[in-house]
């Protein structure tokens, strides 16, 4: 009895830590924090370049959504918004980056949006888009 009370007690203590984490990156959303910047492809090759700069920036875990990715570090919460449209000249997507710090009074993020678009347009110029 006693292991099973300390399980669902961990348990609640992850949950909640999970869900702090997910209404701190919806505040900022609704908020309309982090940066915006439209590139010349479409919407899935925007996110696997998402996904490898996250990787290589030491995002484990992230969750992919249709329209978003959720990932976080040791310090960094991080959330990325695709809205993609095609236009005469093809597919444009505007990638939103939003980055938070687990908790204010720890150091700077790991990743920031300015960073992560920094690092978006770098993968862009290899690959020759």
């Given at each position: 009895?006693?292991?099973?009370?300390?399980?669902?007690?961990?348990?609640?203590?992850?949950?909640?830590?999970?869900?702090?984490?997910?209404?701190?990156?919806?505040?900022?959303?609704?908020?309309?924090?982090?940066?915006?910047?439209?590139?010349n492809i479409?919407?899935?090759?925007?996110?696997?370049?998402?996904?490898?700069?996250?990787?290589?920036?030491?995002f484990?875990?992230?969750?992919?959504?249709?329209?978003?990715?959720?990932?976080t570090?040791?310090?960094?919460?991080?959330?990325?918004?695709?809205?993609?449209?095609?236009?005469?000249?093809g597919?444009?997507?505007?990638?939103?980056?939003?980055?938070?710090?687990?908790?204010?009074?720890?150091?700077?993020?790991t990743?920031?949006?300015s960073?992560?678009?920094?690092?978006f347009?770098?993968?862009?110029?290899?690959?020759?888009?």
């Amino acid at each position: 009895m006693k292991i099973v009370s300390v399980v669902l007690i961990v348990l609640l203590f992850l949950t909640t830590g999970c869900m702090r984490n997910i209404r701190a990156l919806d505040e900022a959303e609704r908020s309309q924090e982090g940066i915006r910047q439209t590139y010349n492809i479409d919407i899935d090759t925007a996110k696997a370049i998402s996904k490898s700069i996250l990787r290589n920036e030491g995002f484990e875990v992230i969750e992919d959504n249709v329209s978003y990715l959720n990932t976080t570090s040791l310090n960094t919460l991080f959330r990325v918004i695709f809205t993609s449209s095609f236009t005469s000249s093809g597919s444009r997507t505007e990638i939103w980056a939003i980055s938070k710090r687990r908790q204010p009074t720890q150091i700077p993020t790991t990743l920031s949006e300015s960073g992560f678009h920094a690092r978006f347009a770098e993968a862009l110029k290899k690959a020759g888009k």
